[in-house]
T-cell receptor
């Protein structure tokens, strides 16, 4: 039990669908992160939230849209995804933004048909 | 930005110490070394971190060389549950706004053998 919960654990969707990934942390942390882990590639940081502020990696396509309604919840809204977006999407949190030790959820395995 | 180099894979006998090396020759003076591991089908798990002194916790020990150009993670008595990919990470600048964040490399796949 890491204190970071991600749902769903598995998701299969078509390229025209719209879905959302959810992350919840019960650790009282102020920063939350989305990562993408593709097969045989290093973890890629996608987005960082610190309290109400979002820090965005400019290389993330607009078909990925994060939302952080409060410091305990983080969403990743997905629409018009491509097959190359199939990957494990990991959420993490830390006490503050940056390189504090991070606590990860077990991820959502996403498959795009 | 500091880059890390780790062996792709290692084997270790159960009950023996596992010593996982990491090179980070371009690390700057205020950068920490972090170690995480990822067990199959789980998210990465924080293990330990250090700046220049050796560190120990309930999971592992971290030995950092005096010149800080390399480090070794030591699992003193490896078990089958320690089979995982181990990532050595230094703080790097990746975000356009200048915020520091962790960058994960390819890691070392440790296989603990019975």
């Amino acid at each position: 039990e890491t204190g970071v919960t991600q749902t769903p654990r598995h998701l299969v969707m078509g390229m025209t669908n719209k879905k959302s990934l959810k992350c919840e942390q019960h650790l009282g942390h102020n920063a939350m992160y989305w990562y993408k882990q593709s097969a045989k590639k290093p973890l890629e940081l996608m987005f960082v939230y610190s309290l109400e502020e979002r820090v965005e990696n400019n290389s993330v396509p607009s078909r990925f849209s994060p939302e952080c309604p409060n410091s305990s919840h983080l969403f990743l809204h997905l629409h018009t995804l491509q097959p190359e977006d199939s990957a494990l999407y990991l959420c993490a949190s830390s006490q503050a933004r940056g390189s504090e030790p991070q606590h990860f959820g077990d991820g959502t395995r996403l498959s795009i048909l | 930005d500091a880059k890390t180099t780790q062996p792709t894979s290692m084997d270790c006998a159960e009950g023996r110490a596992a010593n996982l090396p990491c090179n980070h020759s371009t690390i700057s003076g205020n950068e920490y070394v972090y170690w995480y591991r990822q067990i199959h089908s789980q998210g990465p798990q924080y293990i330990i971190h250090g700046l220049k002194n050796n560190e120990t916790n309930e999971m592992a020990s971290l030995i950092i060389t005096e010149d800080r150009k390399s480090s070794t993670l030591i699992l003193p008595h490896a078990t089958l549950r320690d089979t995982a990919v181990y990532y050595c990470i230094v703080r790097v600048l990746v975000m356009d706004t200048g915020r520091r964040a962790l960058t994960f490399g390819s890691g070392t796949r440790l296989q603990v053998q019975p």
